[in-house]
């Protein structure tokens, strides 16, 4: 099975990396869209800004190769949030694969304790909808990072509440996505990619 990550100006690729290796599977980091489109499985992780990050996509023509993509697609964190169809992040029109829109997080200032932003640290997911999870993985805790969230909407494939409930994952046709890291969730974290490389 070949397994492509896809190279572009986002962090966090190599932790992807490093969590595949530790499951037993190599993974080629590429951009080469004949690799790409070749690939069995397609990841596309990120963590940066989404409106210089699309910016980067559309120039290297990432943005009309990914669409395009008929094999499984996991999007990752940003990589989440750039399939949506608009993010709040630069007022920016993403990829569109997702009609969810991308919003920033408002903090409560009465509950200013719980509601810090970033999002960052341990939070379950629930009402799990996709075969990129199981029925084990319901109610577990995986880990967030983000600033921005994708709200709730028909492709919502897993629900993490924090300020309010959002999409923690996105399923639609062959496009799979988490706002959550699972290369840093442990063993729930490796149980879905487990999954992805199944589908």
Known sequence: MKIVIIKYNAGNIESVNNALNRLGINAEITADPNKIRNADKVIFPGVGEASTTMKY??????NELIVSLKQPVLGICLGLQLMCSHSEEGNTNCLGIFDEKVKRFIP??????????????????????????SF???????????????????????????????????QKDNFYATQFHPEKSGKVGAAILQNFLKI
């Open 57 to 62: 996509l559309r120039m290297h023509k990432l």
């Open 108 to 133: 409560k200032p009465a509950e200013e304790f719980v509601t810090k932003v970033p999002h960052m640290g341990w939070n379950a997911i629930y009402n799990l909808k996709s075969d990129l999870f």
């Open 136 to 170: 084990a993985l319901e109610n577990e805790y995986v880990y967030f990072v983000h600033s921005f969230y994708a709200g709730l909407g028909e492709h919502t494939a897993a629900t993490c509440n924090y300020i309010e409930p959002f999409s923690a994952a996105l």
